[in-house]
T-cell receptor, first 116, second 113 residues
Framework: GAVVSQHPSWVICKSGTSVKIECRSL??????MFWYRQFPKQSLMLMAT?????????EQGVEKDKFLINHASLTLSTLTVTSAHPEDSSFYIC????????????FGNGTRLTVT | GENVEQHPSTLSVQEGDSAVIKCTYS??????FPWYKQELGKRPQLIID?????GEKKDQRIAVTLNKTAKHFSLHITETQPEDSAVYFC????????????FGGGTRLMVKP
């Protein structure tokens, strides 16, 4: 069964508004979660690494003030796209690292964001 | 940082034929190489992975080979079926399997019945 729950699965919002995406680990405590973005017909690009109880680490070129990440508990990380623009329209996927030694990453189902 | 190149970007084969997808990586410290299958609008699904202390791994119709010296690894699918049609991504990471992944550009595989 699914070990990572991501919500919403899709969202349409108007330009200038903010959207929050949730990523929950269901059966385990996740100290680290990764947020990826995937544009149509492209690969998954790492946006940031979310660490429980501390600030997220952002990849080069990703604006931390635009993509707010909060990892306040061991089971929940949120990504908020602030002041969304049409170019932010993309597929956002979280992945979770479990505490088990050498366990592979578990991916959420992704969120399709469309900004009109 | 790590850079992963993947070829070809598209691949069309006849049902029953074999398909091979190749990836190269740049960071010699990478030691974990998973392959994912992604269907349209869905999350990537891990189909097979290999660690740097192994040269080859097989799981039914799927196999992966790794050449550490040349820093390349390949996915082999035999006896392809229409349901194998999807986008396949290779990836690389350092340390444990659950560490940050760098993905290749993806290969769209089309299996014609």
């Amino acid at each position: 069964g699914a070990v990572v729950s991501q919500h919403p699965s899709w969202v349409i919002c108007k330009s200038g508004t903010s959207v929050k995406i949730e990523c929950r680990s269901l059966d385990f405590q996740a100290t680290t979660m990764f947020w990826y973005r995937q544009f149509p017909k492209q690969s998954l690009m790492l946006m940031a690494t979310s660490n429980e109880g501390s600030k997220a680490t952002y990849e080069q070129g990703v604006e931390k003030d635009k993509f707010l990440i909060n990892h306040a508990s061991l089971t929940l990380s949120t990504l908020t796209v602030t002041s969304a623009h049409p170019e932010d329209s993309s597929f956002y996927i979280c992945s979770v690292k479990t505490r088990g030694v050498d366990s592979p990453l578990h991916f959420g189902n992704g969120t399709r964001l469309t900004v009109t | 940082g790590e850079n992963v190149e993947q070829h070809p970007s598209t691949l069309s084969v006849q049902e029953g034929d074999s398909a091979v997808i190749k990836c190269t990586y740049s960071d010699s410290a990478s030691n974990y190489f998973p392959w994912y299958k992604q269907e349209l609008g869905k999350r990537p699904q891990l189909i097979i992975d290999i660690r740097s202390n192994v040269g080859e791994k097989k799981d039914q119709r799927i196999a992966v080979t790794l050449n550490k010296t040349a820093k390349h690894f390949s996915l082999h699918i035999t006896e392809t079926q229409p349901e194998d049609s999807a986008v396949y991504f290779c990836a690389a990471s350092k340390g444990n399997a659950g560490n940050m992944l760098t993905f290749g550009g993806g290969t769209r595989l089309m299996v014609k019945p």
